[in-house]
């Protein structure tokens, strides 16, 4: 049985949990009567879920009053209201708020959600620099599956290997095989193996090209300025002071900070990108590019199935709460957002960070066994994304 504390008066917050039979939902209105009630019950629920707004001390106050409490008994505390602000998203989070959750809730969500915030709450009870430097271990019978699935793979694809790695040398100079570094399970890194499928000076073509990112919007950098504290003008360049929308002013390095943080969190992928040759166009349509990742899930790098590596830079930028717990999964080869969105243009980034959590949080032997066949008819997209 699950509990949670509610500390509010929303009725629909009311509604969507009092009616569950797998929670204990208890509620009080304001910090007075949270203050009576924990203190008298001596209670260690697995989630206080506090309304931004309350009557007297607000929720972000309440924490602050509770904060060393909390952290000593490893409860985690959500606040939740109908919107938030970069700004104040950045605050809460940076005085150890567990999460913030915004109207309207997902009941299931808050509930399979609170074992990763319980995580979250006992790594820093324990001092650790790291949820993701907890030591993963893929079960047994997956980690069977993978290497005999990846050699007998191997033996059977060693003929469309030597077919490709011929037609790579007669396009283009340069090696056969593309080796990048990665970041799989727990933020570890290793070296990911590719076919290469572009030409060999991609990489510093990459700045070129950064316009056609087929993840960014035009309301990208439009929100991002919005957001963003306002620069007052000046005359006299040393009297420019940074004041967020609220008033509140900031130092130039916060304002740094914050831009750096609120532009961070994208994907990056390019739509008919320019710098694939016309082989590596058909591997990548094919996903015959993919196959030596098979020597990856060999050497125990990654599973067949599990969230894609991604590249350091990428992964630098999905470290925050809200993020992270994709690297609590298995990295894989294929996974639940390739055969659920690939061949799809309108792919958000949101989409595919939120189905990444979803497998990390349901990922089975034979869940894994239903994206493996499901993955054999998104093979042949349609589009090129």
Known sequence: ??????????????????????????????????????????MQPDLILCEKTLKGMNGFELFNYY?????????????????FGNYTKRLYLKEKVTDIYQKPLDPQMVIERIPFLKNIEESRKNKLVKLSQKPYRIPLAKRIFDIVFASVALIV?????????????????????????????????????????????????????????????????????????????????????????DGTPLTEEEYKELKKQM??????????????????????????????????????DMSIVGNRPLPLYEAEQLTSDDWSERFLAPAGITGLWQVEKRGKSDMSEEERKALDNQYARNFSFWNDIKIILKTIPALFQKENV
């Open 1 to 42: 049985m699950t509990h949670i504390i509610y500390i509010g008066e929303d009725p629909e917050v009311i509604r969507l949990f009092s009616g569950r039979q797998d929670v204990e939902f208890k509620t009080v209105r304001n910090a007075v009567q949270f203050d009576k009630f924990f203190n008298q019950n001596n």
């Open 67 to 83: 904060k060393n409490i909390l952290k000593e008994k490893g409860i985690p505390y959500v606040l939740v209201d109908q919107h």
């Open 157 to 245: 694809v060693s003929p469309i290997l030597l077919i490709a790695a011929i037609a790579i040398k007669l396009e283009s100079p340069g090696p056969i095989f593309y080796k990048s570094k990665r970041v799989g399970t727990g933020y570890r890194i290793f070296d990911f193996y590719k076919l290469r499928s572009m030409y060999t000076d991609a990489d510093r073509r990459l700045k070129e090209y950064l316009h056609m990112n087929q993840y960014k919007t035009d309301s990208t950098q439009t929100t991002l300025n919005d957001n963003l504290p306002k620069q007052p003008k000046s005359k006299f360049a040393s009297s420019v002071v940074l004041i967020h929308k």
């Open 263 to 300: 532009s961070a969190g994208t994907f990056f992928k390019l739509k008919d990108d320019p710098r694939v040759t016309k082989v590596g166009a058909f591997l990548r349509n094919t996903s015959i590019d993919e196959l030596p990742q098979l020597i990856n899930v060999l050497k125990g």
